[in-house]
Protein backbone atom coordinates (compact mmCIF):
# COMPACT_ATOMS: atom_id res chain seq x y z
CA UNK A 1 0.00 0.00 0.00
CA UNK A 2 0.82 3.51 -0.97
CA UNK A 3 -0.20 7.01 0.12
CA UNK A 4 0.54 10.08 -1.10
CA UNK A 5 0.01 13.76 -0.02
CA UNK A 6 0.92 16.58 -3.05
CA UNK A 7 1.90 19.76 -2.52
CA UNK A 8 2.86 22.87 -4.02
CA UNK A 9 0.13 24.02 -6.01
CA UNK A 10 -1.10 28.11 -6.50
CA UNK A 11 -1.83 30.36 -8.74
CA UNK A 12 0.73 31.95 -11.18
CA UNK A 13 0.56 34.14 -13.85
CA UNK A 14 1.32 32.66 -17.23
CA UNK A 15 5.08 32.68 -17.74
CA UNK A 16 5.31 31.65 -13.86
CA UNK A 17 6.95 28.36 -12.36
CA UNK A 18 5.73 26.48 -9.81
CA UNK A 19 7.24 23.23 -8.26
CA UNK A 20 4.95 20.49 -6.79
CA UNK A 21 6.28 17.58 -4.63
CA UNK A 22 4.48 14.27 -3.44
CA UNK A 23 5.95 12.81 -0.34
CA UNK A 24 4.90 9.05 -0.18
CA UNK A 25 4.88 6.85 2.43
CA UNK A 26 5.31 3.08 1.97
CA UNK A 27 4.36 0.23 3.33
CA UNK A 28 4.76 -3.10 1.83
CA UNK A 29 8.00 -1.96 -0.91
CA UNK A 30 10.52 0.32 -1.05
CA UNK A 31 9.35 3.73 -2.31
CA UNK A 32 12.41 3.18 -4.91
CA UNK A 33 10.72 0.32 -6.76
CA UNK A 34 7.48 2.19 -7.30
CA UNK A 35 7.16 3.77 -11.13
CA UNK A 36 6.21 7.64 -10.14
CA UNK A 37 3.92 9.99 -12.30
CA UNK A 38 1.71 13.36 -12.78
CA UNK A 39 -1.15 13.51 -13.89
CA UNK A 40 -3.63 16.71 -14.39
CA UNK A 41 -7.51 17.21 -15.08
CA UNK A 42 -9.28 20.38 -15.96
CA UNK A 43 -13.40 21.18 -15.29
CA UNK A 44 -14.83 18.46 -17.59
CA UNK A 45 -12.34 16.88 -19.00
CA UNK A 46 -10.53 13.46 -18.46
CA UNK A 47 -7.30 12.84 -16.36
CA UNK A 48 -4.32 13.16 -18.57
CA UNK A 49 -0.74 11.55 -17.89
CA UNK A 50 1.81 14.52 -17.37
CA UNK A 51 4.90 13.21 -17.08
CA UNK A 52 6.39 9.88 -15.42
CA UNK A 53 9.63 8.74 -13.71
CA UNK A 54 10.48 4.65 -13.70
CA UNK A 55 12.78 3.07 -11.43
CA UNK A 56 15.80 3.61 -13.23
CA UNK A 57 15.15 7.44 -13.52
CA UNK A 58 14.28 7.68 -17.35
CA UNK A 59 11.32 10.21 -17.78
CA UNK A 60 8.41 10.27 -20.13
CA UNK A 61 6.69 13.13 -20.64
CA UNK A 62 3.27 15.13 -22.65
CA UNK A 63 4.33 16.38 -25.73
CA UNK A 64 1.89 19.69 -24.27
CA UNK A 65 4.87 19.68 -21.49
CA UNK A 66 7.99 18.85 -22.68
CA UNK A 67 10.92 21.41 -22.42
CA UNK A 68 9.08 22.84 -19.55
CA UNK A 69 8.37 20.64 -16.96
CA UNK A 70 10.43 18.60 -15.42
CA UNK A 71 9.75 15.13 -12.85
CA UNK A 72 12.39 13.93 -10.42
CA UNK A 73 12.54 11.75 -7.42
CA UNK A 74 14.35 11.74 -4.07
CA UNK A 75 14.30 8.21 -2.80
CA UNK A 76 16.11 8.89 0.23
CA UNK A 77 13.49 11.50 0.97
CA UNK A 78 10.44 9.37 -0.98
CA UNK A 79 9.19 12.64 -2.79
CA UNK A 80 8.24 13.13 -6.09
CA UNK A 81 8.97 16.39 -7.74
CA UNK A 82 7.13 18.10 -10.67
CA UNK A 83 9.21 21.52 -11.93
CA UNK A 84 6.96 23.16 -13.93
CA UNK A 85 8.23 26.55 -15.82
CA UNK A 86 6.79 28.96 -18.32
CA UNK A 87 3.36 27.79 -17.73
CA UNK A 88 0.47 28.40 -19.66
CA UNK A 89 -3.39 28.95 -18.87
CA UNK A 90 -3.90 25.60 -20.47
CA UNK A 91 -1.73 23.83 -17.61
CA UNK A 92 -4.37 24.70 -15.21
CA UNK A 93 -6.07 21.91 -13.31
CA UNK A 94 -5.94 19.65 -10.35
CA UNK A 95 -2.42 17.96 -10.47
CA UNK A 96 -2.28 14.57 -9.09
CA UNK A 97 0.43 12.04 -7.79
CA UNK A 98 0.38 8.73 -8.69
CA UNK A 99 2.33 5.69 -8.14
CA UNK A 100 2.46 2.77 -11.15
CA UNK A 101 3.68 -0.38 -10.81
CA UNK A 102 6.33 -2.13 -9.33
CA UNK A 103 10.46 -1.93 -11.22
CA UNK A 104 9.01 -0.36 -14.29
CA UNK A 105 12.61 0.42 -15.63
CA UNK A 106 10.92 3.95 -17.30
CA UNK A 107 8.12 6.72 -17.36
CA UNK A 108 6.63 5.87 -20.16
CA UNK A 109 4.33 3.23 -18.00
CA UNK A 110 2.41 6.84 -18.11
CA UNK A 111 1.50 5.92 -21.71
CA UNK A 112 -1.14 3.47 -19.65
CA UNK A 113 -2.83 6.74 -18.92
CA UNK A 114 -4.70 6.90 -15.45
CA UNK A 115 -5.68 3.27 -15.58
CA UNK A 116 -2.06 2.25 -15.25
CA UNK A 117 -1.74 3.93 -11.90
CA UNK A 118 -2.25 1.75 -9.04
CA UNK A 119 -2.30 4.74 -6.01
CA UNK A 120 -2.98 8.63 -6.20
CA UNK A 121 -2.91 11.51 -3.75
CA UNK A 122 -5.68 13.98 -3.23
CA UNK A 123 -4.51 16.08 -5.73
CA UNK A 124 -3.02 19.78 -5.62
CA UNK A 125 -4.26 22.92 -7.97
CA UNK A 126 -2.90 24.77 -10.45
CA UNK A 127 -4.34 28.34 -11.67
CA UNK A 128 -2.38 29.59 -14.16
CA UNK A 129 -4.14 33.47 -15.39
CA UNK A 130 -2.98 35.13 -18.68
Known amino acids: QVQLVESGGGSVQAGGSLRLSCIAS??????????MGWFRQAPGTEREAVAG???????NYADSVKGRFTISRDNAKKTLYLQMNSLKPEDAGMYYC??????????????????????WGQGTQVTVSS
Open 26 to 35: TYTYSYSRYS
Open 53 to 59: IGVSGIT
Open 98 to 119: AAGGLDNYAGSWIEGGASAANY
